[in-house]
């Protein structure tokens, strides 16, 4: 049964910090976030960073668990053997499960899968959560393309190096 790989979440928990200080560098799409938000450099110096990095991380951390069980595959496989489908022949299931495995091996734990894994669950889970709030925030089209991409981005490499690595 597969494990959740604690120090590959701690590690991938640092990519959405790295990637924030390039995806919102003025240079980037920091001016047109800063244009849309309303928050100015004064804001920004008022606000306590430490707290904010702190809470990054453990948040990411918290994603970077869900994407060890989205991206590697042998977590699905493992739940068909949860207690709850006692009306399933337990043995010829763990059989069955474990042939699966077997002919998989390590098929599908690569960076490209991973990353595609982050891709949709970016697209179809932040996406949408982001863009709801901003409607309903009434922020426009650009707010949510820019934050949503750079969380679509932030979930393809985390998913990646999770799959890659795990």
Known sequence: MPEINLLIAAVTALVPIILRFIWYHKNVFGSAWMKVTGITEENGKKM???LVFLFTYVFSFFLSIALHMISIHQFALSALLQPELNYIDNEGLTAAVNTVAEIAGDKFRTFR???VHGLIYG??????VLGINALFEGKGWKYILINAGYWVVCL???GGIICQWA
Do not use: E, T
């Open 48 to 50: 306590n960073m430490m």
């Open 123 to 128: 697209i179809m889970v932040a996406l949408p």
């Open 156 to 158: 393809s490499i985390m």
């Open 113 to 115: 899968h991973g990353a």
